[in-house]
């Protein structure tokens, strides 16, 4: 089981950008990480997703373009670059491990962090 942690989360304007971390504990039973984000009254939702032994990654079509993942092994982290935020970015950030390929379906991973808050403001 993967032990997730998240931090970065904080308050930005539109136009700005910020760094999300994801801490990966017991990464060895880990092959692929997931943002995923959900805001008030909304459906949790793919954000973006790295497979850790092939490299591939996804991203959500709201965030293509803006959005960067990349990783760190040597620090055993998934990093979210956010830039261009706008405000319907603003949400609850998670991160999410799972064993198996990329998938854009939260029911399909088992670990979850606590989430980092994002507020955009206009």
């Known amino acids: 089981q993967a032990r997730l942690a998240e931090s970065g989360g904080g308050s930005a304007q539109t136009g700005e950008s910020l760094r999300l971390s994801c801490v990966v504990s017991?990464?060895?039973?880990?092959?692929?990480v997931g943002w995923f984000r959900q805001a008030p009254g909304k459906a949790r939702e793919f954000v973006a997703g790295i497979n850790l032994r092939v490299g591939t990654i996804n991203y959500s079509d709201a965030v293509r373009g803006r959005f960067t993942i990349s990783r760190d092994d040597a620090k055993n982290t998934v990093y979210l670059q956010m830039n261009s935020l706008e405000p319907e970015d603003a949400a609850v950030y998670l991160c999410a491990a799972r064993q198996g390929t990329l998938s854009t379906y939260s029911s399909y991973y088992r670990d979850w962090g606590q989430g980092t808050q994002v507020t955009v403001s206009s």
């Open positions: 017991g990464r060895f039973a880990t092959t692929t």
